[in-house]
C-alpha cells in the first residue's frame, strides 16, 4: 500500500509538490499567528503584572470606558487628597499607599530636550509598583516633606538628558525650568499599553505639587493589598470610604474610580485570546484552500486513473480497498505538508522572536492543532474523490479512453 501510495504521487511530481505546497502554507500560517497570538498574551499579562502586585488604583473622575474593556478615571480632575491617601492606610488588609501626581514636562540636559512623564510619588510608590534600583536611591518621603528638588530618572531618560558616558547620578536636570539633581536610575522594565516606566522620571509628591502642579490634588493613590483574595473586599472598603469622606450618597455619582489589577488581567486575557483566535481563524483560511486543492488533485487523479479503477475492480478489487488507497493518497499530501508546515512554522515564529520586536510562544497545544487539522484535511477532501473512485462501473471504467 505504501509502494502504491509513492508511485501514484511521484507519478506527476509538480502537481503533487503544489498540492503539499498549499497545506504547507496553511499550516505555518496557522503555527506563526498563535505563536504570535500567544505570544503578545503573555507581553501584556507580564507588562500589567509588572506595575506592581496585588495593585489598586484610585483614580479622580468619574468613571468612563477605555482600554481593555475596563473603567478610566485618570485626567485632569480634581477629586483625591493626600488626606484620603492618609485615610485609605487605615482600611483592613491595605499593606501600603502611595500618593502619586504625574503630568508631562520639558525635561532639558546635557545640552538635549525631550518631553517626558514627570511622577511626583510618596517613598512607598517603590515597593507597590516594583521598581528597583540600578544606581542611587529612591525618592524618600523626608525629601518629599523639606520640598528637595531631586529626581530620580529610568533608562530611556538617562539617554535622552544625560551625557553619554556620564555618571547619572549627581548630575543636574531641569524640569518645566526648575533645576533637580539625580540621585538614582531605576532598572528596566520595558515599555507596555500603559506607558513605559523606563521613559519616567520620578521626584518627591510634595516638591511636584508645589513646583509644577501648583497644586496639592493627586493623580493616583496607589493601593497595595496584603494579598490577592483581599483585593475585591479592600476594594469594596476604599470605595465606602471615599464615598462618606466626598458626602456622595450615590455611588453612580462618584468623583472617583477604581482599578482592580486582577480586572485589567482578566480583560486583558479576554482581548488577547479573541485576538489569538482571530489569527488562528484567518491561517484557518489558507489550510481550507489547500484542502480544496487537494480535493482539485484527486479528482483530477481519479480520471486519470479510470482504466486502472476499472482493472482493479475487474480481477476482484472491493469497493473500500480502491476508497482506502485514494483516502491514503490524500491523507499522504496533508501529512507531508503537515510536517515541513510545522518545521517551516516554528521557524518563522522563532525568527520573528529573534527580531525582538514581537514575542513569541510556540505552544504543543498550537502543532498539535494544526497536525490534527491537516490530517482532517485530508481525510474530509480526500473521501468525495474515493468515493468516486469506489462507486465506478468497472465495465465503463475499462472502456474509458
Do not use: C, W
Amino acid at each position: 500500500m505504501i509502494l502504491e501510495t509513492y508511485s501514484a504521487l511521484s507519478a506527476n511530481k509538480t502537481r503533487s509538490g503544489l498540492t503539499i505546497l498549499g497545506i504547507v502554507i496553511g499550516i505555518s500560517s496557522v503555527i506563526a499567528l498563535i505563536s504570535i497570538g500567544q505570544g503578545a498574551a503573555s507581553s501584556v499579562n507580564s507588562s500589567i503584572q509588572s506595575l506592581g502586585s496585588n495593585l489598586i488604583e484610585v483614580l479622580p473622575g468619574a468613571a468612563r470606558a477605555a482600554g481593555f474593556g475596563v473603567s478610566q478615571g485618570r485626567g485632569t480632575a480634581k477629586s483625591l487628597t493626600p488626606e484620603d491617601a492618609a485615610a485609605i492606610a487605615g482600611v483592613a488588609n491595605v499593606a501600603a499607599v502611595a500618593q502619586e501626581i504625574s503630568g508631562r514636562y520639558q525635561v532639558a540636559g546635557a545640552g538635549t530636550n525631550t518631553n517626558t512623564s514627570v511622577v511626583g510619588v510618596s517613598e512607598e510608590y517603590a515597593t507597590i509598583r516594583n521598581v528597583q534600583m540600578a544606581d542611587g536611591n529612591f525618592v524618600t518621603n523626608i525629601q518629599s516633606s523639606s520640598l528637595q528638588k531631586v529626581a530620580v530618572l529610568g533608562p530611556s531618560v538617562v539617554a535622552d538628558v544625560i551625557a553619554t558616558g556620564t555618571e547619572p547620578v549627581g548630575q543636574t536636570i531641569r524640569i518645566n525650568g526648575q533645576q533637580f539633581t539625580v540621585i538614582g536610575v531605576t532598572v528596566a522594565k520595558g515599555g507596555n499599553g500603559f506607558g513605559s516606566q523606563d521613559n519616567m522620571i520620578y521626584i518627591p509628591v510634595v516638591t511636584a505639587q508645589r513646583y509644577l502642579a501648583g497644586n496639592s490634588y493627586l493623580s493616583t493613590i496607589d493601593v497595595q493589598a496584603v494579598d490577592a483574595p483581599s483585593m475585591t473586599q479592600v476594594q469594596s472598603d476604599i470605595t465606602d470610604l471615599l464615598l462618606s469622606r466626598h458626602n456622595i450618597s450615590d455611588p453612580a455619582s462618584a468623583d472617583f474610580n477604581i482599578l482592580n489589577q486582577a480586572d485589567i488581567l482578566a480583560s486583558a486575557s479576554s482581548i488577547t485570546s479573541t485576538l489569538t483566535y482571530l489569527l488562528a481563524a484567518i491561517a484557518g483560511i489558507s489550510l481550507l484552500v489547500g484542502g480544496i486543492g487537494i480535493m482539485n488533485m484527486m479528482l483530477t487523479t481519479v480520471t486519470e486513473r479510470t482504466r486502472e479503477i476499472g482493472l482493479r475492480k475487474a480481477i476482484g478489487a472491493q469497493r473500500s480497498d480502491i476508497s482506502r488507497q485514494f483516502l491514503i493518497e490524500a491523507t499522504a499530501l496533508t501529512l507531508i505538508g503537515g510536517i515541513i508546515g510545522i518545521i517551516l512554522g516554528s521557524a518563522v515564529s522563532l525568527a520573528v522572536n529573534l527580531t525582538g520586536l514581537i514575542t513569541t510562544t510556540i505552544s504543543f497545544g498550537s502543532i498539535a492543532l494544526a497536525f490534527g487539522v491537516s490530517m482532517g484535511i485530508g481525510i474530509v477532501f480526500g473521501y468525495y474523490p474515493a468515493r468516486i473512485a469506489a462507486k465506478m462501473n468497472p465495465i465503463d471504467a475499462l472502456r474509458y479512453e
